[in-house]
C-alpha cells in the first residue's frame, strides 16, 4: 500500500475531535516527518498571556505520533504511551510542530518533536514512544 498520502493525513486529522476543535492543520508530510500548525487564540492562554502547555503538547503529541504513522502501512495505529516535553520560550502566537520519527521497531515507535515560533525560535522540544498497533483482520473485531 505504502505512505499515506498528504490529503489522506489531512483527511484523517479532520475525524480526530480534539484536533479539529483546535483548529491543527497539516502543513507538509513526508515519510517520518510532519509539520503541524497550532493556530493562536486567545482562549488558549492561561492567566499570563501565554498559550497553556498542554494545548501546545497536544499539537506535538499529534505531530509526533502522526510521524510514526507516516511510515506504517495504512490501517496501523499509534497509541502514546510516553512523552516528554520541555517547554523552552513563551507562546504567545501560532507555533509549527515537527515530528521525526527516531525509529520504528517492533511494536514500539519513537518520535520527537519540536515546536516553533512564527520566527522560528525553538520554544518547546519533545521526545514520545507510541504502541504500533496493526490493522484488525476483518471478521476479528
Known amino acids: 500500500m505504502g505512505v499515506p498520502s498528504l490529503e489522506h493525513v489531512r483527511e484523517r486529522l479532520r475525524r480526530i475531535p480534539a ?3 483546535l483548529g491543527v492543520d497539516l502543513l507538509a508530510l513526508e515519510p517520518g516527518l510532519v509539520r503541524l500548525r497550532l493556530p493562536f487564540r ?12 498542554g494545548f501546545v503538547t497536544a499539537v506535538a503529541d499529534a505531530a509526533g505520533g502522526l510521524a510514526v504513522l507516516s511510515k506504517l502501512e495504512s490501517g496501523w495505529k499509534a497509541p502514546t504511551i510516553e512523552l516528554k516535553i520541555n517547554f523552552l520560550e513563551p507562546i ?6 515537527v515530528g521525526r520519527v527516531l ?4 511494536g514500539v515507535g519513537v518520535s520527537s518533536m519540536e515546536i516553533f515560533l512564527e520566527d522560528g525560535t525553538l520554544a518547546a522540544a519533545g521526545i514520545a514512544t507510541y504502541r504500533l498497533v496493526g490493522p484488525t483482520p476483518r471478521g476479528h473485531q
Open 19 to 21: 484536533l479539529r476543535l
Open 42 to 53: 486567545e482562549d488558549f492562554c492561561n492567566s499570563m498571556g501565554m498559550v497553556q502547555g
Open 92 to 97: 504567545r502566537g501560532s507555533v509549527e510542530a
Open 103 to 106: 525509529r520504528t521497531g517492533t
